[in-house]
T-cell receptor
Framework: DVKVTQSSRYLVKRTGEKVFLECVQD?????MFWYRQDPGLGLRLIYF???????EKGDIPEGYSVSREKKERFSLILESASTNQTSMYLC??????????FGPGTRLTVL | GQQLNQSPQSMFIQEGEDVSMNCTSS?????WLWYKQEPGEGPVLLIA?????ELTSNGRLTAQFGITRKDSFLNISASIPSDVGIYFC????????????FGQGTELSVKP
């Protein structure tokens, strides 16, 4: 079974803090993705990576950066958290680009 | 941009009933996926479809990739209370930046 894990299920941070969200997959997948999910807006792609050290902007990259130093790990970084970044963050990985497997999500609240 | 229209938005059914939901698009896709998401959890992949006309089952779930490549449906037979959740379709097109496009979701409620 594919297993995608995210470092925290719930996180509360203050405005201006630097926030790291970690994602690890154990299936040797090349592709990894970060989404955010908001009511009424659905899932939106923030960044994705097709290989180690490689990153591509998704539809809403502003305010975020990513790091992929190892194949199994993809980190999402909020350089200076803002209240409008309060959301559910979902990591996904895939062997083929299309068939993506999601982690359990991190519910981030920025106060 | 591409959009997926998923219907219905919500369903309230009695345990034991069959359920049908579908996704349509004005664009063609190479892959159709169906996910289920429970409150506070990430989406779980239920069925992946890779060929037009393909019909695939996973237990009580059956999904089909439309012949035109512009639609897909998901059926759940003999629903049970643990089927409750939000079901999402997603389409993928290789030559459009390789992104998954998601439907808005169908919220399923099952009354015991």
């Amino acid at each position: 079974d594919v297993k995608v894990t995210q470092s925290s299920r719930y996180l509360v941070k203050r405005t201006g803090e630097k926030v790291f969200l970690e994602c690890v997959q154990d299936m040797d997948h090349e592709n990894m993705f970060w989404y955010r999910q908001d009511p009424g807006l659905g899932l939106r792609l923030i960044y994705f990576s097709y290989d180690v050290k490689m990153k591509e902007k998704g539809d809403i990259p502003e305010g975020y950066s990513v790091s992929r130093e190892k194949k199994e790990r993809f980190s999402l970084i909020l350089e200076s958290a803002s209240t409008n970044q309060t959301s559910m963050y979902l990591c996904a990985s895939s062997l083929r680009a299309d068939t993506q497997y999601f982690g359990p999500g991190t519910r981030l609240t920025v106060l | 941009g591409q959009q997926l229209n998923q219907s219905p938005q919500s369903m309230f059914i009695q345990e034991g009933e069959d359920v049908s939901m579908n996704c349509t698009s004005s664009s063609i896709f190479n892959t159709w996926l169906w996910y289920k998401q429970e409150p506070g959890e990430g989406p779980v992949l239920l069925i992946a479809l890779y060929k037009a006309g393909e019909l695939t089952s996973n237990g009580r779930l059956t999904a089909q990739f439309g012949i035109t490549r512009k639609d897909s449906f998901l059926n759940i037979s003999a629903s049970i209370p643990s089927d409750v959740g939000i079901y999402f379709c997603a389409g993928f097109l290789y030559n459009q930046g390789g992104k998954l496009i998601f439907g808005q979701g169908t919220e399923l409620s099952v009354k015991p």
